[in-house]
């Protein structure tokens, strides 16, 4: 049974930095693409940034040059480096995987696995 397990949120001031982590169990395959996801209450779910087995990486154009995605793929482990905080960054953030290529890192509806998400609040 795959497992997706999101920690590290919490309350920053704009400017602040946070690291989130997705702990991965069970996952089958060796090939993927993995990213983090985000929604705020009344809106879509919006893809962040995806990366594959072999750390290639994307990310949406409002958090490129602030958040980094990365993997420890010993600890079975996905992170989020999230820096230069916004208030407009506030919102539940889902760790996600499919087993196929990230052509469709972005796309929530083709996600296999989700967490249950962790609350990113960020005060002005």
């Known amino acids: 049974q795959v497992k997706l397990v999101e920690s590290g949120g919490g309350l920053v001031q704009a400017g602040g930095s946070l690291r989130l982590s997705c702990a991965v169990s069970?996952?089958?395959?060796?090939?993927?693409?993995m990213g983090w996801f985000r929604q705020v209450p009344g809106k879509q779910r919006e893809g962040v940034a995806g990366?594959?087995?072999?750390?290639?990486?994307n990310y949406a154009d409002s958090v490129k040059g602030r958040f980094t995605i990365s993997q420890d793929s010993a600890k079975r482990t996905l992170y989020l480096q999230m820096n230069s905080l916004k208030p407009e960054d506030t919102a539940m953030y889902y760790c996600?995987?499919?087993?196929?290529?990230?052509?469709?890192?972005?796309?929530?509806?083709?996600?296999?696995?989700w967490g249950n998400g962790t609350l990113v609040s960020i005060s002005s």
């Open positions: 990366i594959d087995e072999i750390g290639r990486s």
């Open positions: 996600a995987a499919i087993h196929w290529s990230c052509s469709l890192w972005d796309d929530a509806d083709a996600m296999d696995y």
């Open positions: 069970g996952y089958p395959y060796a090939s993927y693409c």
